[in-house]
């Protein structure tokens, strides 16, 4: 009888992991940690984003790109890195 309850317990267990570790993966899913919250990049943000960059207020330029996005601390210095001034016509 003691053998059935452990089991029954052993099994509860594990399913209520599983049960939690789908629920964190459908959780991480939906909102990916790198996407996108506001409206995205504008010209906007992105024409303030080359004016501190040439001020050389890069660390700004991240703050900005991180607060406008919600993008990473990491990836927004990697798109502010990589951004550069559009050629003259």
Request: a positive charge; hydrophobic letters at 55%; proline letters at 7%.
């Amino acid at each position: 009888m003691s053998n059935l309850i452990v089991i029954l317990l052993l099994t509860a267990v594990i399913v209520a992991a599983l049960i939690a570790l789908i629920v964190f993966a459908v959780r991480a899913a939906q909102r990916p940690r790198n996407a996108l919250v506001g409206g995205g990049v504008g010209p906007e943000l992105i024409e303030r984003l080359l004016e501190l960059k040439a001020a050389g207020q890069f660390d700004q330029a991240v703050f900005l790109v991180r607060g406008e996005t919600g993008m990473s601390h990491r990836t927004a210095a990697r798109f502010a890195r990589r951004l550069k001034p559009a050629p003259p016509p």
